[in-house]
């Protein structure tokens, strides 16, 4: 079996839908141009991807009035390159799926990758990258998961769910890319409401994507108290490091 200690180098690309405004964050400019350790969040989510093994490249895909990402050091790499997403987080990664089905053969992976997720693990990666065709990392839940319903306008307990069969979809979520590109097709045009990521859209064609248990630091900048817990962590990282190449 393949594991972190055993790399994997088989060819690939990721996709990075960039083209939301981020409004959960109250801020005045999207959310993956947010400062983050002094420069933008996507940088770093850009050059964390730039790192992981075996990949052929990125496209991101990005708000057609959006003036910043080329901007970016990031953004001149070879390896990284962008189209014009949508209005959903769907159209834009179908966008990027479509640009590559010009360029690439359908059964090359594509792993989708939140721009706001810069502090995912290399080990996470080749874990992802050892399973199954149709994959994505989650977190096993470990808190009580409850279940709600409306009562006077108020959210009230309606059950507690067993949380042994409760997982936190997170990202990259893989798939080969002709697969990926007709779920999401056919999801989009019969139930768009019903797809909130990769999976969901593989789920609905009848697949269903293996899960693969990821470490706790690969969460989402979702409001502003998650950037200063992301910063710390890359300082945490930065220290490490120094600390380890000084030995």
Not at 57 to 81: H, K, M, N, Y
Not at 104 to 116: G, K
């Amino acid at each position: 079996m393949t594991t972190a200690e055993s790399p994997v180098e088989n060819a690939y690309w990721v996709v990075v839908p960039a083209a939301g405004a981020g409004k959960r964050m109250g801020a005045d400019k999207p959310k993956q141009y947010l400062p983050l350790n002094g420069k933008p969040l996507i940088a770093h989510t850009l050059g964390n991807i730039l790192g992981w093994p075996g990949l052929k490249g990125i496209v991101v895909a990005i708000a057609a009035d959006d003036t910043e990402f080329s901007t970016l050091d990031c953004a001149q790499d070879p390896r990284v390159q962008s189209v014009t997403g949508g209005v959903e987080r769907a159209d834009s990664v179908l966008a990027a799926l479509e640009y590559l089905s010009e360029r690439d053969v359908p059964e090359i992976p594509v792993l989708v990758h939140d721009a706001a997720r810069p502090l995912v693990s290399t080990d996470d990666i080749q874990k992802l990258l050892a399973a199954g065709p149709m994959a994505l990392l989650a977190q096993p839940a470990s808190d009580t998961v409850k279940q709600s319903h409306s009562e006077d306008g108020r959210e009230e307990v309606a059950q507690t769910l067993p949380r042994n069969r409760i997982w936190l979809a997170q990202t990259p979520q893989k798939a080969p890319l002709g697969k990926l590109r007709e779920a999401l097709q056919r999801g989009l045009k019969e139930r768009p409401n019903a797809i909130t990521d990769e999976a969901s859209a593989l789920e609905l064609a009848g697949f269903h994507p293996e899960l693969v248990a990821a470490c706790r630091s690969n969460f989402k900048i979702t409001h502003p108290a998650d950037l200063i817990l992301a910063e710390a962590l890359l300082q945490h990282r930065a220290v490490t490091s120094s600390l380890e190449n000084n030995l």
